[in-house]
């Protein structure tokens, strides 16, 4: 399913994006090609995902992962040899958002990786249709081909692998597709030679034993027992994976509640804004912000953050007892194993998405009315609708849903209660 997954993604709005291309012609088609290849060593990788299990060594994990990272680095080093291009802003759109392909090494929530990218190329996408709306429609339909291209990878990504890369339990193919040759032979000289015939018949000469088999067992004594001895569980620090270009390692994150152990962070890192481990701080103000910026607030308790100016995206991840005030985005706000957060626009938000998160009240102005809500594994949220009058009438999302079986498949509503 996840190899037809993918199928279905290149036929579908991956071919429309080059076919755009092609029309547009240039440094877009010659760019589109550079896509095109990326995509397709990521289906033959998840092709290998399929069938097979996941490497059980760092150095076969990198091998695997390397094509896809450095397709993505020729991707954005066209657009930085072409930057006298008239199509830089199709270039820079391609660029800023093609290291969602990444997704394959981002645990344990991919697929918010994927449109935190395809958020950050959005910038891009709207100079290009400011700067030709006028002249030639079809850049429109190519900037719609490309978000929905980022936008079907992102519900693929959900669907497949929601916690991460789904390996093969087993080294079967799927039906019907061939398996693909091992990334890097092994040199023969470095395998012994080995009797599977003899090897098998001593394994089952030993399982045939019945009760005798547990006679050369050691008897564990107490000064082996690591509860009896804590000096025994020590050990040397976890191996932490390299970053393989631009491709994410695993991230670990711990739970909103956990005790902030680190110096706060509030800086600016390219088009980030980082504001990180405040703890009881109610005055924090991210001032001169630019339409393609991106505001991540982590690991804050009891802290409140004003977000001044329209910038692209807003993510609250792994917050506590605090709240965020902006004016306008130009994507979404994003709440991410969040523990009892707040928000408020001021001006524009289109989508607000909530996931691992509980209790969140968002406080919408009237010119969201309009506004998508997403959520998943989440409890306790509430929508707060302005009127006339001026007050708020207040409307929680669902969190319980029927799911009924019909001739079509599956339908879905939700449900107040179930009692």
Not at 70 to 81: A, L, P, S
Not at 229 to 256: C, D, E, M, Q, Y
Not at 264 to 290: A, C, S
């Amino acid at each position: 399913m996840s190899v037809a997954g993918y199928v279905d993604l290149l036929a579908g709005p991956v071919k429309e994006y080059l076919q755009l291309s092609e029309k547009i012609g240039g440094d877009v088609a010659t760019h589109s090609k550079l896509v095109e290849k990326g995509f397709q060593i990521q289906f033959d990788f998840i092709r290998t995902v399929a069938s097979r299990p996941a490497p059980t060594n760092q150095s076969e994990q990198i091998a695997l992962l390397g094509p896809t990272s450095t397709q993505i680095q020729q991707i954005q080093e066209f657009r930085e040899k072409n930057r006298g291009s008239q199509y830089f802003n199709h270039l820079s759109a391609i660029s800023e958002s093609i290291p969602a392909l990444g997704w394959v090494a981002v645990s344990p929530t991919p697929a918010p990786y994927v449109k935190e990218m395809n958020d950050a190329g959005q910038f891009y996408t709207n100079r290009v249709l400011k700067e030709w709306k006028e002249k030639d429609k079809i850049h429109a339909e190519w900037c719609k081909a490309w978000v929905q291209t980022l936008s079907d990878l992102q519900q693929y990504v959900r669907q497949h692998h929601t916690t991460g890369l789904v390996w093969a339990k087993t080294g079967s193919a799927p039906a019907g597709i061939p398996p693909p040759p091992p990334p890097c032979p092994m040199p023969i000289g470095d395998v012994a030679p080995m009797d599977i015939g003899d090897d098998r018949s001593a394994l089952f000469a030993e399982i045939n034993q019945g009760e005798a088999i547990t006679k050369n067992l050691k008897k564990v004594t107490s000064d082996m027992q690591t509860h009896k001895n804590p000096s025994l569980r020590t050990g040397p620090a976890p191996f932490k994976a390299p970053v393989v270009g631009n491709v994410i390692p695993t991230k670990t994150v711990p739970p909103a509640n956990a005790p902030i152990d680190k110096p706060p962070v509030f800086t600016r890192d390219g088009k980030k804004w980082l504001v990180e481990y405040h703890k009881g701080n109610k005055d924090l103000v991210v001032d001169n912000t630019e339409m393609n910026n991106v505001i991540y607030m982590f690991r804050c308790q009891d802290s409140t953050l004003v977000v001044k100016g329209k910038v692209n995206s807003i993510i609250m991840d792994s917050c506590r007892k605090s709240s965020i005030v902006f004016d306008s985005v130009v994507s979404s706000i994003e709440f991410v194993n969040c523990q009892s957060v707040q928000m408020q626009v001021l001006g524009k938000v289109p989508t607000i998405s909530i996931d691992k998160t509980d209790g969140c009240q968002m406080y919408l102005s009237s010119e969201s009315l309009d506004v998508e809500f997403i959520s998943s594994k989440s409890s306790e949220m509430n929508v707060m609708v302005p009127q006339r009058n001026g007050d708020y009438s207040e409307y929680p999302i669902p969190e319980q849903f029927k799911t009924t079986i019909s001739p079509k498949g599956l339908s879905t509503v939700a449900v107040d209660s179930l009692g």
